[in-house]
């Protein structure tokens, strides 16, 4: 549990720290967001290299060396809904949608980086900027398992919020 708490106080107060450095007009033209996303990006890229070293070990001492990890885009999802999410926010994506044609959404009914603000509305145009860490850090994970994606995040009602993932294709 103190580790949860550590990690939500380090996520606000690096969004509060790049607000607050950041000059107004990078605020207005969403540099400050493009930011946040860039180091989800690289935290996610970082998580997925440990996993993929840790399962790769895994694999050898199994022999199943040479079978393929994941047999499509969905069981990666499967992948980053189930034990990505575990990992990093210790749940599990309450539910995940796709359209069998390269976009899924995620949803998170009580999403953690968001429990902490207010239920109501009034908070609700800030919601951005406590996703945007979030967005790089699937689309980070995703880069690392070999997917080119474009992640968004919108939140209608608090805590709950949803990840759209577009898989792009090469």
Same mark, same amino acid.
């Given at each position: 549990?103190?580790?949860?708490?550590?990690?939500?106080?380090?996520?606000?107060?690096?969004?509060?720290?790049?607000?607050?450095?950041?000059?107004?007009?990078?605020?207005?033209?969403?540099?400050?967001?493009? &930011?946040?996303?860039?180091?989800?990006?690289?935290? @996610?890229?970082?998580?997925?290299?440990? &996993?993929?070293?840790?399962?790769?070990?895994?694999?050898?001492?199994?022999?199943?060396?040479?079978?393929?990890?994941?047999?499509?885009?969905?069981?990666?999802?499967?992948?980053?809904?189930?034990?990505?999410?575990?990992?990093?926010?210790?749940?599990?994506?309450?539910?995940?949608?796709?359209?069998?044609?390269?976009?899924?959404?995620?949803?998170?009914?009580?999403?953690?980086?968001?429990?902490?603000?207010?239920?109501?509305?009034?908070?609700?145009?800030?919601?951005?900027?406590?996703?945007?860490?979030?967005? @790089?850090?699937?689309?980070?994970?995703?880069?690392?398992?070999?997917?080119?994606?474009?992640?968004?995040?919108?939140?209608?009602?608090?805590?709950?919020?949803?990840?759209?993932?577009?898989?792009? &294709?090469?």
């Amino acid at each position: 549990m103190a580790d949860e708490a550590l990690f939500l106080l380090l996520h606000n107060e690096m969004v509060s720290g790049v607000y607050k450095s950041a000059e107004q007009g990078e605020v207005e033209n969403g540099r400050c967001i493009t &930011k946040l996303e860039n180091m989800g990006f690289r935290v @996610g890229q970082g998580l997925i290299e440990r &996993k993929n070293t840790v399962l790769l070990l895994v694999d050898l001492f199994r022999f199943t060396k040479d079978t393929a990890r994941f047999k499509d885009e969905l069981d990666i999802m499967k992948f980053i809904c189930k034990d990505f999410w575990t990992t990093v926010f210790k749940k599990q994506i309450d539910n995940l949608r796709t359209n069998h044609q390269g976009i899924y959404v995620l949803q998170d009914n009580k999403f953690r980086l968001l429990t902490q603000m207010s239920a109501g509305k009034q908070y609700l145009e800030h919601a951005s900027k406590y996703l945007a860490f979030t967005c @790089g850090l699937i689309r980070g994970g995703l880069s690392n398992l070999g997917i080119k994606s474009i992640v968004t995040a919108e939140v209608s009602s608090m805590p709950a919020c949803k990840f759209q993932v577009m898989i792009q &294709k090469s």
